[in-house]
C-alpha cells in the first residue's frame, strides 16, 4: 500500500426495485481513526460491517460515512410520496393559520422547499428490506474506491514533499559551505585577538586566552547540527519511500527538523549563514503542512 492522504471521497449508488441509494464517504485530517455514520433507520444493521471493514484499509483520519435512500419509479427517477407531500402542505397551510390568528405575519412556502424536505422522497423505503444485502455488498467496493483516492492525493503529497526535501538538502550544503568559510576566517581572528591581548597586557595567561577563544569557536560551530539535519533529509527520503502509514513518524521528524534550524540561526554569527537557516524554517513550515496530510 502506497502513502496515503488523510482526506478523500467516494460515492457508490445502487438501486433495487423501486429503492435507490447512495453511499458516501470522505475523510479529514485527524489525530487517530474516527469513524462517524449516518444511515437511514432501515440500514442500521449495516453499521458493524462498516465498522470492520473501514480499520482493514485506514488507520488516521475522521471519516464520515452516509447511506442515503429515496424511492423510486419504475424508471428509476425520484418518486413523490403523495402522502406525506400532503401532510406537509397541510402542516404549511395549518401554520399559517395559526400565525395569521395572533397577528404573524409568515413568508410563504415555495414549492421547490417543499420538495427539498426529505420525507417527500424516503418514506415508504424503509419498509423493503431486499436492497440491504446489495447494499452490504458494495461496502468494500466504497472503501476501496476512496483508499484509491487517497493514495492518488497521497502521492501528489509525497511529489510536492520530495521536491522540498531536495529544497532542504541544497540549502543545507549551502550552509555548510558558508560555515566552513567562516570557520577559516574566524581562525585568523581568533589568533589575531589573542596576539592583541597578550601584547597589551602583562598578566594575561596565554594558554587561558587561547582556552577561552577556543570555547567560543566550538559553541559557534554548527558541524552538528548540519551533520544532523542531514540525517534528518536521509530519514525523509525514507519515509517518502516506504510502505504504509508514516504520517506520525514524518511529524515527529519534522519537530527535529525544525530544531536543528532554529539552533543552527541562533549559533550563527554570520548574517549569510542566518538567511540560509531562515530560508530553511520556511521550507520545513511548508512541509510541515504536508505532513499534516499524511496518514
Known amino acids: 500500500m502506497t502513502l496515503q492522504s488523510m482526506t478523500g471521497f467516494a460515492t457508490v449508488s445502487g438501486q433495487r426495485d423501486t429503492i435507490g441509494w447512495v453511499w458516501e464517504i470522505r475523510s479529514v485530517n485527524g489525530r487517530g481513526l474516527d469513524v462517524r455514520i449516518r444511515l437511514a433507520d432501515a440500514a442500521e444493521a449495516l453499521e458493524p460491517a462498516i465498522r470492520a471493514a473501514i480499520p482493514k484499509r485506514l488507520t488516521r483520519g475522521n471519516v464520515s460515512v452516509n447511506l442515503k435512500l429515496s424511492r423510486m419509479a419504475d424508471d428509476g427517477t425520484p418518486s413523490l410520496n403523495r402522502e406525506n407531500l400532503a401532510a406537509v402542505v397541510a402542516a404549511a397551510a395549518q401554520a399559517q393559520g395559526l400565525a395569521e390568528a395572533t397577528g404573524l405575519e409568515l413568508?410563504?412556502?415555495?414549492?421547490?422547499?417543499?420538495?427539498?424536505?426529505?420525507?417527500?422522497?424516503?418514506?415508504?423505503?424503509?419498509?423493503?428490506?431486499?436492497?440491504?444485502?446489495?447494499?452490504?455488498?458494495?461496502?468494500?467496493?466504497?472503501?476501496?474506491?476512496?483508499?484509491?483516492?487517497?493514495?492518488?492525493?497521497?502521492?501528489?503529497?509525497?511529489?510536492?514533499?520530495?521536491?522540498?526535501?531536495?529544497?532542504?538538502?541544497?540549502?543545507?550544503?549551502?550552509?555548510?559551505?558558508?560555515?566552513?568559510?567562516?570557520?577559516?576566517?574566524?581562525?585568523?581572528?581568533?589568533?589575531?585577538?589573542?596576539?592583541?591581548?597578550?601584547?597589551?597586557?602583562?598578566?594575561?595567561?596565554?594558554?587561558?586566552?587561547?582556552?577561552?577563544?577556543?570555547?567560543?569557536?566550538?559553541?559557534?560551530?554548527?558541524?552538528?547540527?548540519?551533520?544532523?539535519?542531514d540525517a534528518h533529509i536521509s530519514a525523509a527520503r525514507d519515509l517518502l519511500a516506504a510502505?504504509?502509514?508514516?504520517?506520525?513518524?514524518?511529524?515527529?521528524?519534522?519537530?527535529?527538523?525544525?530544531?536543528?534550524?532554529?539552533?543552527?540561526?541562533?549559533?550563527?554569527?554570520?548574517?549569510?549563514?542566518?538567511?540560509?537557516g531562515l530560508e530553511l524554517k520556511v521550507v520545513i513550515d511548508q512541509m510541515r503542512e504536508q505532513v499534516q496530510n499524511l496518514e
Open 243 to 276: 510502505v504504509g502509514p508514516v504520517g506520525r513518524k514524518f511529524d515527529f521528524l519534522m519537530q527535529e527538523f525544525n530544531r536543528e534550524a532554529n539552533t543552527l540561526c541562533s549559533k550563527s554569527s554570520l548574517s549569510e549563514l542566518t538567511a540560509i
Open 107 to 229: 413568508q410563504p412556502v415555495s414549492v421547490g422547499e417543499l420538495l427539498t424536505q426529505k420525507w417527500v422522497w424516503e418514506a415508504g423505503a424503509a419498509s423493503d428490506s431486499a436492497w440491504i444485502d446489495q447494499a452490504k455488498a458494495q461496502i468494500d467496493t466504497l472503501i476501496g474506491s476512496f483508499a484509491a483516492a487517497r493514495e492518488t492525493e497521497g502521492a501528489a503529497i509525497v511529489a510536492v514533499l520530495s521536491a522540498q526535501v531536495d529544497t532542504a538538502e541544497n540549502l543545507s550544503r549551502t550552509a555548510r559551505k558558508s560555515a566552513d568559510e567562516r570557520n577559516a576566517r574566524a581562525g585568523g581572528v581568533l589568533r589575531e585577538k589573542v596576539k592583541a591581548l597578550l601584547e597589551i597586557t602583562d598578566v594575561a595567561d596565554e594558554n587561558r586566552l587561547a582556552q577561552e577563544l577556543a570555547i567560543l569557536a566550538v559553541k559557534a560551530d554548527v558541524t552538528e547540527e548540519l551533520d544532523r539535519l
